[in-house]
DNA sequence: CTGAAAGCGCTTACAG
DNA sequence: CTGAAAGCGCTTACAG
């Protein structure tokens, strides 16, 4: 059985595809009796626009393009359930796109959006090259970021105040009483990471700790452990790691635990995000919580938005993060 | 600036459409030189085909659409990736619908999905109806299930051995000693759910060992603390408990700490999955582990394969589970 | 080897 | 209040 078309309900209403496609949309003037008969028909016939056509003609796909490092990563998966739900809200569906922070997938899915003609983008990926974006904004599709800043394009934003969430978490050390402190950051073309970095660095020479530069590592998910060994096997252990996301502090701990070194005993650690994952570590990670729902919210609406009044000068939303406090920090033990 | 359509490529080649379109599609007899002129063009102008535009004419979308309860929950986040992975692959992307595993959710992205004209999809969420896919299958839309059953419905399928999982979870419980047993399940409708208490039963009544029904809780991960919190308060307390997913084995986790029941000295838990979240609890769990990589995998192969030669008889493939241990499970304590 | 033409399923002025 | 017609950007026979 071949799927009923706008034809098919025409010619069982009698009417034209034009009196139906107004129906469909709700639009001219169309007495109240036909409007109603003819929804009755498309209801018997189980009648459902094809949006692929309608989108054909000059409107939109209500298709939406997400584009993050990995969509397996706990963080990016509550961003992305935030995204669609909100998306549903609006009528919008969306593609998933893990680029690994690579820019040659970023390059294959901004591409493939466009050439889908997708409504929008949301940019959750970090970017280490601009250009890659070119194919979205050249066929004008709008684009808003999430969590990331990006110099010198005018584009919407929600971003959550990395800096000042670094800065929480050196306070939060700091008044434990650790003077030795240690930052697991990721790579360095991630802004929102160097801002978190930034923000603990300033807040720790305002108390008179300039941090070691020996002791500030990027790295990737994958190697944070590695990583966090080395900095429990190093001379001058540090008694507190900030970690610059929740995974890497993971790694810390497990690091921790592979060498017998008690958290938050011997070492506290920090992380960032406050994931599902936070929550169920051992111990529980204190961490700074990002506002996720609202992240993933913020940004469809800026892009909704945008789509709607493309000239509208760019809108700039930045949310606070906030400490939450568990057991993977502890006053620093008297030596 | 516009877009540049196939027009513009012909009329900047000097030759039609129609020529062009060949090019495109690597098909007709083009000379060699002609063809690569035109590539040329093509680059030159940064032209890419419309899918959509194509997909009207009769062609795929390159869509499809992915349903699962929650993509935020990890165990389907990975399983998400997967997807998208080995979708590219093939040359699709694919839309995230979370369903809650309810009803009117699923049959509202069934129906966009069929708007959408998605080439098909992965039914990877508990369905109460079958009639919720209807408009899927009247639209002629290929659908493979994922970890799922369906009875009477004649579709490709992946599944791991669920029963087989259950009954690797007993015998791991009773090989350690333990007699009282409890069961934390998920709704009665998730027939995974259903096929691993199943086994779980049927291993420990071969051993001697029915299960008290009173000890067999189906609850929703949100509720699971609060289950298990009364399984820990009841008089004859089990000193095992098999949670058929790690989230719910969480809960459990979760409520020993909130009771002070030490885990796995009081008593053992076992989850199912063996997603991120199982190595970084406290303590890390044992937990049947699914083959989560090679579950979206096969489902997007079984799929594409499906919209290749519609007329195949389903495949069904099993994988099989893996017992992976940590620290929730230990001998039970001698009284 | 290449072009003219019809058609995919819609929407949108434009008439009436 | 409603219909005829053009057009969206492609693909696919069909000619030549």
Do not use: W
Not at 149 to 164: M, N, R, T
Request: aromatic share 4%; glycine share 6%.
């Amino acid at each position: 059985m071949m799927k009923a078309t706008i034809y098919d309900v025409a010619k069982a209403a009698g009417v034209s595809i034009a009196t139906v496609s107004l129906v469909i949309n709700g639009k001219g003037k169309i007495s109240e009796e036909r409007r109603n008969e003819i929804k009755q028909i498309m209801m018997q016939m189980g009648y459902k626009p094809s949006m692929i056509a309608s989108a054909l003609t000059g409107k939109k796909t209500y298709a939406l393009g997400l584009l993050v490092p990995d969509i397996s990563n706990p963080f990016f998966a509550e961003i992305a359930r935030a995204v669609e739900d909100e998306g549903q809200r609006h009528g919008y569906s969306v593609f998933i796109c893990s680029t690994d922070n690579k820019d040659e997938k970023v390059e294959r899915y901004a591409e493939l959006l466009q050439q889908k003609n997708v409504d929008g983008v949301i940019i959750g990926t970090g970017l280490k090259d601009l250009s890659v974006l070119d194919p979205l904004l050249k066929a004008n599709i709008p684009v808003t970021l999430l969590a990331r800043e990006l110099p010198s394009v005018e584009v919407p934003s929600v971003v959550v105040d990395d800096y000042k969430g670094g800065s929480a978490a050196a306070e939060h050390l700091i008044m434990l009483g650790h003077r030795n402190l240690a930052v697991l950051a990721e790579q360095d073309s991630i802004s929102s990471s160097r801002e978190r970095v930034r923000g603990f660095r300033a807040t720790a020479e305002q108390a008179g700790l300039p941090l070691d530069p020996a002791f500030v590592l990027s790295t990737s998910i994958k190697e944070a452990k590695a990583k966090a060994s080395e900095l429990f096997q190093s001379g001058n252990r540090p008694t507190a790691i900030f970690c610059c996301n929740d995974l890497l502090a993971i790694g810390a701990l497990q690091a921790a635990k592979e060498l017998g070194v008690r958290i938050p005993e011997e070492c506290s650690i920090v992380g960032f995000d406050d994931t599902v994952l936070a929550s169920v570590t051992d111990p529980p990670l204190t961490t700074i919580a990002q506002p996720i729902e609202q992240l993933g919210q913020t940004a469809l609406q800026l892009l909704v938005r945008q789509i709607g009044k493309p000239g509208e000068s760019p809108e700039r939303v930045v949310l606070p993060p906030s400490l939450t406090i568990r057991k993977s920090t502890a006053m620093r033990a008297s030596i």
